[in-house]
């Protein structure tokens, strides 16, 4: 699957190695790096560039068998010769023989692995460079290099480059060119950690079937595959280890991080330090406590690949009995110990195993929850266990398993605290997994009437209100936690989910400082309830998110979703999670006019749901089929809409939204903006109807910008006054400046300034025709090269407001005489190379100026260069 790919990654290296190649005093360069670094290739890109007219190159590689022999390396070069014999010394025959290669060209000898060339093939080299020769090597870092060319790069004659592995980004346009495709953000952050980088190993894990497509995506899911030339990599790293070498490191491999004392009382204090020593495991200090870790991540994979299951069994058993016996004083060692004894077979309590259940829902592998809660079930947990698991397997979008197990767990619950649990999660599935709200209620309806206990009643109407939020029904959602509150002081793990339903209330109607506020005092208590409700904690993120982006400080909102992306990206196992993330990435990627990104980014979204109804579809699908019509993919975005339909869930009105928003803008993209407007100002009215005060600002100001302002501009006034941020009276001041094309020109400046770049487009053109009916030609000319040059920021956006709108008009001479303003030519320059005046060029310049509205040559750079380069078009 992987296919040969451009030379990506390395663009700044290559462009080093090539001068200090072709260019200057130095005679060369010696690439260092790790093995898999990518040195040769490297090495090969700047050989395939240069020009053969000036430069013959020869090419050596070093090995361990040539380097037994003199000239190994150059045997296939060199014709036999008073130095074939052996002798070290004496060769100036074999350096006529390399030159005479060359004929008038500068040669290069090209020599990969130098770090092996026997003496006399090092001597060679040095004679040859000496002689007027470029030298082109590699070299493994940390081997011992022959003295004659170590001596080249110390005298500075030839310098060394130091070739480090490839960064995050470098990592991911790597893969993308390898496949041939959209990789998904988040695997390429996880490859990139447990490759550190490494091309080589990035390519064996990626051969070997790490990465699957779906929806024209390709992602990482499950584990890693090992494959035999995996091994030999790892394995030549790792080298040969003794019995007791090899029982420290499968020790560390089955626990990392672990406990350093823990491996050395399992083991030998001298193996681990050996291997310590070796630098196969490392050592790192976390409070004060000494914790062992394997070098590289791939370490792991390899050694606990090759540890048969008896022996891994053993392992485990051990390890476990030994973090037991120092009592289990932090608390993931109550997770681990689980684990170990789940894997090990020897499993005897199911309480720990409950216990450990919700460390890893709070922790969002939902996978391993669910193994360690189906564990805590089999070993007879009872209605705790049934229960915990039910929960993990809604949170996992697994509703129909979940519903099958509380559905068991109800036939065993006798005690009001039980009847409790199973109720509320029941419902939570019922309403949230299911979509089946009459359910759900009749569930919390029936236990509200059969349970007396004030704190077990409470808990079924902060459920009740967690429903009415998710369906968009803001007030009476309200109307239920302050019902609750008022029965008493809520325990914390109620008031959590009742801070939750009341964050996400005020988010979606406008109230973002409340929402906030709300939020950050449930994270403040966060210790209290984490681990008996960890869903509650991505809705407090979401209701924190929300917040932001409703208010319009895309900036905290772009931080808090990418630092959420990449912490759920990092297990790889709560899809749920991760698709809102990318989908609300992809929201403010959309907001700023960064539509591609919010492509991109809406695709990985997508493409983590399975073909069964789910929440959040409406979100992810809806934003993608935005994204689309804006660049104008009408069958795309028409198909990415009806998946929005088919799949979302009746009772998620409110996340799901975006749907809603997304029909006017499919509508538009077709060309019936008559139509689009009309299911724009439609979606405000239902938004209105339930609450939804910030949904109804963004859709009044699709009215806006599909061109019938004066259908929104009363209710956004209004709007203004309620919703909290800077958004809603920008939206406002946007509609009441429609026809004015002085007010809209001041819109745009301030949408620009806020980073609303599609946004500012759109004003800028509105502002431009309103310019053009008011007779105003120089104003209209400005603001249309402001729009035009706003929207070439917008990645292919394309919407009615910028249908209408051209390239500037200059002559053929003024585009000319501008394309050299923009490579950075002066005046007298352009005169020169163009057979003109000076003063000639500056007439060009200043009838151009006023044609399109610019002030210097700044502006013209901004207006002409590639979009965010500044270069020439």
């Not at 091994?231 to 672990?258: C, H, K, M, Q, T």
């Not at 501008?818 to 190379?833: D, H, K, M, P, T």
Request: proline share 4%; charged share 25%; aromatic share 4%.
């Amino acid at each position: 699957m992987w296919s040969p790919s451009p030379f990506v990654g390395r663009g700044a290296q290559l462009d080093k190695v090539r001068a200090l190649l072709t260019h200057g005093t130095a005679r060369g360069v010696v690439i260092v790096g790790a093995p898999g670094v990518g040195k040769t290739r490297l090495a090969a890109e700047v050989i395939a560039e240069l020009d053969p007219a000036r430069f013959t190159v020869v090419r050596a590689q070093a090995t361990l068998a040539a380097s037994a022999l003199p000239y190994g390396a150059f045997a296939h070069l060199l014709p036999p010769g008073p130095g074939a014999g052996g002798r070290a010394d004496g060769h100036g025959w074999a350096v006529d023989a390399l030159l005479a290669r060359s004929g008038r060209n500068t040669l290069v000898v090209a020599v990969d692995d130098a770090h092996r060339l026997d003496p006399a093939s090092a001597a060679l080299v040095a004679d040859v460079v000496a002689r007027g020769a470029r030298l082109l090597a590699t070299v493994r870092g940390g081997e011992e290099v022959p003295a004659h060319v170590r001596r080249l790069w110390r005298n500075g004659l030839v310098p060394s480059l130091e070739l480090g592995p490839l960064s995050e980004t470098e990592t991911a346009r790597m893969l993308a060119h390898s496949v041939r495709g959209q990789v998904e953000a988040a695997t390429a952050r996880r490859l990139w950690r447990i490759t550190e980088g490494n091309p080589l190993f990035l390519r064996e894990l990626v051969l070997a079937g790490a990465l699957t497509e779906s929806r024209g995506v390709w992602r990482q899911k499950g584990g890693l595959p090992v494959v035999p030339r995996l091994y030999e990599l790892i394995g030549g790293r790792i080298g040969e280890v003794d019995e007791e070498e090899r029982a420290a490191l499968e020790l560390v491999a089955f626990s990392e991080p672990v406990g350093l004392d823990i491996v050395m009382g399992l083991t030998s204090p001298a193996a681990v330090r050996r291997v310590v020593d070796r630098e196969i495991v490392m050592v790192v200090v976390d409070r004060r406590r000494r914790l062992a870790r394997l070098a590289h991540p791939l370490y792991g994979e390899v050694i606990r690949a090759r540890t048969g299951g008896l022996r891994a069994r053993n392992r485990l058993r051990a390890l476990a009995e030994a973090t037991e016996a120092t009592g289990l004083r932090r608390r993931d060692d109550v997770l681990r110990v689980a684990v170990w004894r789940l894997q090990s077979d020897s499993v005897t309590d199911a309480a720990p195993m409950v216990a450990a259940c919700r460390l890893a829902w709070a922790a969002h592998d939902v996978d391993l929850a669910i193994r360690l809660g189906r564990a805590a079930v089999d070993i007879g947990g009872g209605v705790d266990a049934a229960v915990t698991l039910g929960a993990v397997l809604h949170f996992a979008d697994r509703p129909g398993e979940s519903e099958a197990a509380l559905r068991r767990a109800a036939d065993e619950a006798v005690t009001d605290r039980e009847r409790a649990l199973v109720a509320a999660a029941l419902a939570r599935v019922l309403h949230g997994g299911l979509g089946r709200a009459a359910d759900a209620y009749r569930v919390l309806d029936a236990a509200e009437a059969a349970i007396t206990a004030p704190e077990w009643r409470q808990e079924l109407l902060a459920v009740k209100a967690s429903c009415e939020v998710l369906s968009g029904r803001i007030e009476p959602s309200l109307a239920l936690t302050a019902r609750v509150r008022a029965m008493g002081p809520p325990v914390p793990r109620v008031s959590a989910r009742l801070s939750a339903v009341e964050g996400n209330a005020f988010a979606w109607s406008g109230r973002t400082e409340r929402a906030t506020a709300v939020v950050n005092a449930a994270l403040a208590t966060v210790r209290d309830w984490r681990d008996e409700i960890p869903d509650a904690l991505p809705w407090l993120g979401l209701a924190r998110l929300t917040a932001r982006v409703v208010a319009g400080d895309l900036g905290e909102a772009e931080e808090l979703a990418d630092a959420g992306y990449h912490a759920l990206g990092e297990s790889g196992t709560w899809d749920t999670g991760v698709t809102v993330l990318a989908a609300v990435r992809g929201q403010i990627c959309r907001m700023r006019g960064e539509v591609g990104a919010a492509i991109r980014w809406c695709r990985d979204a997508v493409a983590r749901f399975g073909d069964a109804p789910a929440g959040f579809a409406g979100l992810c699908f809806g934003e993608l089929a935005h994204a689309l019509a804006l660049v104008g993919d009408v069958p795309a975005a028409e198909e990415a809409l009806a998946e929005a339909e088919r799949r979302a869930l009746p009772t998620y009105l409110a996340p799901d939204f975006p749907a809603v928003s997304a029909r006017a803008w499919v509508h538009a993209a077709r060309g019936d903006v008559d139509r689009a407007v009309e299911v724009a100002v439609e979606g405000a009215a239902r938004a209105r109807a339930n609450g939804l005060a910030a949904f109804e600002m963004f859709a009044l100001h699709d009215v806006v910008r599909l061109g019938a302002a004066g259908r929104a501009a009363d209710r956004l006034a209004v709007l203004a006054r309620q919703v909290d941020g800077v958004l809603a009276p920008m939206c406002a001041r946007h509609a009441a400046a429609a026809g004015d094309g002085a007010r809209l020109d001041a819109v745009s400046a301030e949408y620009e300034r806020l980073g609303l770049t599609l946004w500012a487009a759109e004003a800028a053109a509105q502002a431009a025709a309103a310019h053009e009916s008011a007779g105003r030609a120089q104003a209209a000319r400005a603001a249309s090269t402001r729009a035009w040059r706003t929207a070439r920021r917008c990645q292919g956006a394309r919407t009615p407001a910028l249908a209408a709108m051209a390239t500037p008009e200059v002559t053929a001479r003024q585009r000319q005489i501008i394309q050299l303003v923009v490579a950075g030519s002066s005046n007298r320059e352009i005169a020169e190379r163009l057979g003109l005046s000076v003063r000639t060029v500056e007439n060009h310049l200043l009838r151009a100026y006023e044609r399109l509205g610019v002030g210097d040559r700044a502006e013209l750079a901004d207006l002409f260069g590639p979009p965010g380069h500044g270069g020439v078009t």
